[in-house]
């Protein structure tokens, strides 16, 4: 059975930083391109990060770059989110997840969903 478990949310200022984390199990963890992607009440799920089985290469969207990093480690079966400099437009349930090899933008091709875990950025 497929788990991915997200934790690092909470509640920060404008400016803070926070590193959320996704620990994986039931797969075989580096054939797997991991994303990050989060929902604000009443929008659409979007694209935030992906970073490819290898680690070798990212990818983000415009209005992160810059201020967020994703990471894994395959020895730990994690990847990782580092948002630095939140923004109040940050605030919304951060999912990672994982699809076999291949990274992708768009989230209905990914394989796999962790639960979720609420950024609140206050201003």
């Known amino acids: 059975q497929v788990q991915l478990v997200e934790s690092g949310g909470g509640l920060v200022q404008a400016g803070d930083s926070l590193k959320l984390s996704c620990a994986a199990s039931?797969?075989?963890?580096?054939?797997?391109?991991l994303g990050w992607f989060r929902q604000a009440p009443g929008k659409e799920r979007e694209f935030v990060a992906a970073?490819?089985?290898?680690?070798?290469?990212?990818y983000y969207a415009d209005s992160v770059k810059a201020r967020f990093t994703i990471s894994r480690d395959n020895a730990k079966n994690t990847v990782y989110l580092q948002m630095n400099s939140l923004k109040p437009e940050d605030t919304a349930v951060y999912y990672c997840?994982?699809?076999?090899?291949?990274?992708?933008?768009?989230?209905?091709?990914?394989?796999?969903w962790g639960q979720g875990t609420q950024v609140t950025v206050s201003s």
């Open positions: 039931g797969l075989s963890f580096s054939s797997y391109a």
């Open positions: 997840a994982a699809r076999y090899r291949v990274r992708s933008l768009d989230a209905h091709e990914y394989d796999y």
């Open positions: 970073i490819s089985w290898s680690g070798g290469s990212t």
